[in-house]
């Protein structure tokens, strides 16, 4: 059974439902995941903001606002009223349920499960168009198997035992259909894989069932050499290797949830990038194969904060990063970069969560100095040290910017630099002038 995704734009207005549908509705078994209609999970963030500031009269306008948007598509959506009537109740359940946030206690317990809802919609009524077609299809709900720990991080073999139990209620069935992004956490409470995480919650499901391949459908050919967002001539990329979409993926290509490519790496399936609009277009696949040599595409990630700690006890010291580390261990903050010279040592992070904490207890090894605002550009390919040149051809294309900090050798697959937000379109812009030949 492959797995087939499909993200917010690509079940974004009923026409687009309708060709989802025509798309997955013959052949081969699938299991479907979808996003929310796009523009729902951020109306459903401004919902619980609202109910955050407890301005109930907000949140109840919003949800009007929205759900007058849902009314329309059902319109839209089915030919027959007794699949239209069958939408409606069951949406209107849903918006009561968000009206039901209003004059209580506010917490991220109940924001989650308002942000669950777009999914949830989405899922039924697809399943209740494929029934008004006469397509054969299950729904799974997701919260039945999508399992995280008390860190937020999936519980791999519990979502196989129940997935798979599930499955093996539907012998002989070929289309199955369940919500990206949410999930159920240790307490048994509505949870998320994080913005973006309908993606992961594709390969997470491939590994589970084994699955020979997944596609992820979304509003582009596949993983462009630089940000579309940003840059003007961007090109599609017809093959990656799991390490270089990772590392992609990490360092900010919004096309894939940071943790996409890791459950599919791990069983060797491969993924593949499919653009909604435009089928036929080759789009990428990402797999165990290593194409070609050179540098292949660059992203970037916002918001970093990079430290800076000065300390002369550093010099011809044993053991000190290693405390410098545990730090960052006992606030489970990730560092992304590092870079070091005998006296000093620079670190990035992107979860600000402990920050202040953070720097407080580095205070005692030295000298701590902070940079907000800063972004990583990350320059992925397959760039062998044999291979000369890479390094001088990247700082060359920057050589008019500032780089605070670069790290380069720690696989041959990615070259990463730190640069101040305000220069990062400038410096992607560059890098696309310099680095590829169109
Ligand atoms: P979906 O809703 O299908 O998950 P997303 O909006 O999350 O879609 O991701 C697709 C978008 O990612 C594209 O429209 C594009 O603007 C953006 N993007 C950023 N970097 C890249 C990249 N390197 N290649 C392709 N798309 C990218
Ligand atoms: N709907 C969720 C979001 O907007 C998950 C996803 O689209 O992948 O973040
Ligand atoms: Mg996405």
């Not at 798309?23 to 609202?50: Q, R």
């Not at 084994?210 to 630089?226: F, R």
């Not at 194969?289 to 000065?310: F, L, P, Q």
């Not at 701590?368 to 390094?391: F, P």
Request: with cysteine; aromatic share 8%.
């Amino acid at each position: 059974m492959k797995v087939f995704k499909f993200g917010g734009t690509s079940v974004g207005t009923p026409e687009r439902i309708k060709s989802v549908s025509k798309l997955v509705s013959c052949g081969e078994p699938k299991l479907v995941v979808l996003s929310a209609m796009s523009g729902t999970t951020n109306s459903l963030v401004e919902i619980s903001d609202y109910f955050y500031k407890k301005n109930d009269a907000a949140a109840s306008d919003k949800i009007g606002e929205l759900e007058k948007k849902y009314f329309k598509v059902i319109d839209e959506l089915y030919t027959t009223k007794e699949y239209k009537d069958k939408a409606l109740d069951f949406v209107k359940k849903i918006f009561s349920h968000l009206r039901s946030f209003a004059g209580k206690e506010f917490t991220q317990v109940q924001e989650k499960d308002i942000l669950a809802q777009g999914e949830i919609i989405s899922t039924h009524l697809f399943t209740y168009l494929n029934h008004e077609l006469n397509i054969d299809t299950v729904l799974l709900p997701a919260l039945d198997f999508m399992k995280v720990d008390d860190y937020g991080e999936p519980v791999m073999s519990a979502i196989e035992v129940d997935l798979n139990k599930m499955l093996a209620v539907y012998q002989g069935k070929k289309l199955f259909v369940t919500q990206g992004f949410i999930c159920r956490n240790p307490k048994g409470l509505i949870d998320n894989l994080k913005r973006g995480g309908s993606d992961y919650s594709a390969t997470l499901i491939g590994a589970a069932i084994n699955s020979e391949e997944v596609q992820i459908w979304t509003d582009i050919d596949g993983v462009h050499n630089n940000d579309p967002r940003v840059v003007n001539k961007t090109f599609p990329i017809a093959q990656m290797s799991f390490d270089e979409a990772a590392e992609l993926a990490y360092f900010g290509a919004k096309i894939l949830h940071p943790a996409t490519v890791l459950p599919a790496k791990e069983k060797n399936i491969p993924v593949l990038l499919k653009n909604t609009m435009d089928p036929k277009a080759a789009g990428t696949t990402i797999s165990n194969e290593v194409t070609g040599t050179g540098i292949k595409a660059i992203a970037a990630k916002d918001n970093i904060a990079v430290i800076n700690i000065k300390s002369s006890r550093m010099l011809m010291a044993y053991g000190f990063l290693r405390r410098v580390f545990e730090v960052f261990e006992k606030y489970r903050t990730p560092i992304d970069m590092i870079t070091t010279s005998e006296v000093a040592l620079s670190i990035t992070i992107d979860n600000h969560k402990f920050l202040k904490e953070i720097i407080g207890e580095l205070m005692e090894f030295g000298t701590v100095s902070l940079s907000e605002n800063q972004t990583i550009v990350c320059i992925v390919g397959n760039m062998n040290v044999e291979h000369k040149g890479y390094a001088v051809e990247i700082l060359k294309a920057l050589e008019n910017i500032s780089v605070s900090m670069i790290s380069y050798g720690g696989s041959p697959y990615n070259i990463t630099l730190v640069v101040d937000t305000e220069n990062k379109n400038k410096a992607l812009n560059l890098l696309n002038d310099n680095l590829f030949k169109f």
